[in-house]
Nanobody, 124 residues
Framework: QVQLVESGGGLVQPGGSLRLSCAAS????????IGWFRQVPGKEREGVSC???????YYVDSVKGRFTISRDNAKNMVYFQMNSLKPEDTAVYYC??????????????????WGQGTQVTVSS
């Protein structure tokens, strides 16, 4: 079953930083755009950022200038550096092969099932 594994979440104070990692073990992630999503209880999962196969990056307005998505094809990894974290960034974060879109950031998920995600909690 195609699935990505997220890690790197945790509890951090407002203004702090975290780096999330997304590992693909059953396919080569460098062949696909990869998106980061987040979900809070009671709300729909939100596409937050996306990186295409040529390295183009896309972000929702709420994270622009604070978060950076990157990929290391040699390691089959995608990263999500989150700086200047705010309480409203608290969510479970997921990654998935996605369709990047310059207007909506992520227009859809390509394939595979959702992983377990990684919890990010921003609180003092």
């Amino acid at each position: 079953q195609v699935q990505l594994v997220e890690s790197g979440g945790g509890l951090v104070q407002p203004g702090g930083s975290l780096r999330l990692s997304c590992a693909a073990s059953t396919f080569s992630s460098d062949y696909y755009p990869i998106g980061w999503f987040r979900q809070v209880p009671g709300k729909e999962r939100e596409g937050v950022s996306c990186i295409s196969t040529d390295g183009s990056t896309y972000y929702v307005d709420s994270v622009k200038g604070r978060f950076t998505i990157s990929r290391d094809n040699a390691k089959n990894m995608v990263y999500f550096q989150m700086n200047s974290l705010k309480p409203e960034d608290t969510a479970v974060y997921y990654c998935a092969p996605s369709v990047c879109d310059e207007y909506t950031v992520i227009s859809g998920r390509l394939f595979g099932s959702w992983g377990q995600g990684t919890q990010v909690t921003v609180s003092s």
